[in-house]
């Protein structure tokens, strides 16, 4: 099993930036892709981003894209998603999520990814 724990979530004003970050822990070897979604109220959670260990590649949603940056530190098994140019629309829960099938396609539905933190709660005021 892998266990996720998000960080990094507050509120901040529009225009502003956050930086969240995922510590996995237990059968880390396992993992390869690793990202976020978020889910706003009365709406189904949506990819943000990930990045693949092997290779490096990511994936962004239309709407993040120049705005947000995801990364990853293999040695501490750690995702971080940078978030700048916040806007209100950005509010949500952020989960970070973990899978470990090998693949060079960065997975973008939640249907893909076997490993979810709880989530983190981002607020980004008008």
């Known amino acids: 099993q892998v266990q996720l724990v998000e960080s990094g979530g507050g509120l901040v004003q529009a225009g502003g930036s956050l930086r969240l970050s995922c510590a996995a822990s237990?059968?880390?070897?396992?993992?390869?892709?690793m990202g976020w979604f978020r889910q706003a109220p009365g709406k189904e959670r949506e990819f943000v981003a990930a990045i693949i260990s092997s290779g490096g590649n990511t994936n962004y949603a239309d709407s993040v894209k120049g705005r947000f940056t995801v990364s990853r530190d293999n040695a501490k098994n750690t995702v971080y998603l940078q978030m700048n140019s916040l806007k209100p629309e950005d509010t949500a829960v952020y989960y970070c999520a973990a899978d470990r099938h090998r693949t060079i396609v960065v997975p973008t539905t939640p249907y893909e990814y076997a490993y979810w933190g709880r989530g983190t709660q981002v607020t980004v005021s008008s």
């Open positions: 237990g059968r880390t070897f396992s993992v390869n892709t």
